[in-house]
């Protein structure tokens, strides 16, 4: 840090000298960088130096110290100003302590005084320009992330993590001109390799392309916004615009297919006039997308166009959906089963809204299969979705996706099974080899593998058909046993080296457990 720069202004030499010579101010890390006889001189100073430190007498010609310090401050509030007063102007002085004055030294001037107020001063302008220096860090770390942090709430306003007044607050932060009329549409746009070998790397690298060229199509437009979902689709959001934004998505995709070599698929969901709305916005063009499955690929999928006859388009039951979706990751296939013969339970207007409905079904067990790291069958997944694009009729639509759904289920079960099977296994490892713990508990345990205590006790119970607790008291006085018929340690030693410090509570167990005391135990050894 370089040295303080310190300024003193006082009427009479002495007393300017006096302070020059009572410390040592190199050595404290500061410099005079001048003196002044006047206030008026000083002001001069203070604009040529800027220093960090002013010490200034109250009374001297023209203008006191008292109106010297509000000057500066009023123009440099940064500077510290120390009055140095006489124990008759010290009370004066005090009534100046609304400007800002940092401290007060009473005069005859002490070399202790002097050098505690100085040092005080210090460290607290070393204070502000640690948080200064970190302020300013945060804000280019601020500046840096901005498109980040950007993106991200717009993910949330998608999402509809968000209430509309935060919607309101972080709109008006972001640039988002909102206000009562406001509209907005969105497309989801999906791009995938034409050939299904294309590595991890070359496929982030052909969405990244397709990503800048939409940002390019769009680029002149201060309407349109555009951000990357957790699918890595492409989420473009047009608000309170009087192009024909389905228009322009064909134009978009056609523009994509002609420069980079890939799939295409654009879902456009309806348009809508309230900030809250646009998640529904989103679920929408993420739907009208999946329906690509039913149409085909590179295609440009309205959500109004999906809806029968013009009347009232398929709404998901997002509860029973969910409810599903973990079903499935548990393992649970009559449950699941049951869940999706309750989305079928309702009045369908015809086979397009089947197909909406086996899309949702064959979405929520897609999501399930990605969070428990389950592979498809691919065969299968194939033919369920051909089934899908052929049946005419809910019945052959139900077959399809309960074969489906069961199926998924059922390995998702059998993969649970194995789990925790290999999870027992290492629990038993675990509390043989550290049963001499005396804190060794359910708690304890379940911590060390990441679980909670009430799903390892199940699972014990499960496994062993004992309770945590009896299985590892078994264990310890499996242990005990064969402790006492190898050594010849005492009944409280051998109750330590298997985790039980209590002698008395140690011989009840042993006893209710191997049917005898330590010493019966013992003798019958003998």
Request: one cysteine or more; proline letters at 2%; glycine letters at 6%.
């Amino acid at each position: 840090m370089d040295k303080l720069k310190v300024l003193i202004v006082d009427d009479e030499y002495l007393i300017r000298n006096l302070i020059k010579m009572r410390m040592d101010w190199e050595g404290r890390g500061m410099t005079i960088v001048g003196e002044a006889a006047s206030a008026h001189e000083a002001l001069d100073l203070v604009d040529q130096w800027r220093p960090d430190i002013i010490l200034t007498d109250i009374y001297m010609p023209s203008m006191n110290g008292i109106e010297f310090s509000g000057m500066v401050l009023a123009k440099y509030p940064h500077i510290k100003i120390v009055i140095v007063t006489g124990h008759d102007e010290f009370e004066y002085a005090r009534k100046s302590i609304q400007l800002g004055i940092s401290d007060f030294i009473l005069k005859p001037i002490r070399a202790a005084e002097l050098l505690q107020v100085t040092d005080k001063l210090k460290r607290k302008i070393e204070e502000e320009r640690m948080r200064d220096h970190e302020l300013k860090r945060l804000k280019e770390d601020l500046e840096r992330n901005f498109p980040f942090l950007k993106e991200k709430f717009l993910i949330q306003w998608i999402t509809g993590a968000l209430s509309l007044e935060e919607i309101q607050e972080k709109a008006a932060y972001f640039g988002f001109p909102l206000h009562q009329a406001s509209s907005f549409q969105m497309a989801v746009i999906e791009i995938s390799p034409i050939s299904e070998t294309m590595s991890e790397e070359q496929l982030l690298l052909l969405q990244m392309e397709g990503k800048n060229r939409a940002n390019a199509f769009f680029q002149d437009d201060s309407g349109v916004f555009m951000l990357s979902d957790a699918r890595n689709h492409i989420v473009v959001i047009a608000m309170d615009r009087d192009a024909d934004f389905v228009s322009e998505c064909v134009r978009l995709q056609s523009n994509l297919l002609h420069s980079c070599r890939c799939v295409v698929n654009i879902g456009i969901g309806r348009t809508h006039h309230k900030a809250q709305e646009m998640s529904l916005g989103y679920q929408e063009a993420a739907r009208a997308l999946q329906y690509k499955t039913f149409v085909g690929h590179n295609q440009v999928v309205c959500f109004e166009d999906i809806v029968d006859n013009g009347g009232s388009p398929y709404r998901s039951n997002p509860e029973l959906l969910k409810q599903l979706q973990f079903d499935v990751s548990v393992g649970s296939s009559e449950r699941a089963l049951g869940v999706m013969r309750d989305i079928f339970d309702v009045s369908f207007s015809g086979v397009s809204q089947f197909r909406m409905a086996a899309m949702d079904i064959i979405t929520a067990c897609q999501h399930a299969a990605i969070e428990q790291q389950v592979e498809h069958d691919y065969a299968f997944h194939k033919e369920t979705l051909d089934t899908v694009l052929t049946a005419d009729n809910l019945p052959e639509f139900k077959t399809a996706l309960e074969n489906y759904v069961g199926q998924l289920a059922s390995t998702v079960y059998a993969k649970n099974e194995a789990k925790e099977g290999n999870l027992i296994s290492r629990m038993k490892a675990y509390l043989e080899e550290n049963m001499s713990d005396p804190k060794l508990g359910l708690a304890s345990a379940s911590a060390a593998f990441f679980v909670s205590p009430g799903h390892l006790g199940r699972l014990m119970k499960k496994e062993t058909g004992q309770t945590f607790v009896e299985y590892l008291t078994n264990l310890r006085m499996k242990k005990a046993e064969a402790l006492l018929k190898k050594t010849d340690l005492r009944g409280y030693e051998v109750g330590e080296k298997v985790g039980i410090t209590d002698p008395h509570y140690f011989s009840i167990l042993f006893k209710k457990n191997i049917g005898r005391s330590v010493n019966e135990y013992r003798n019958l050894r003998g």
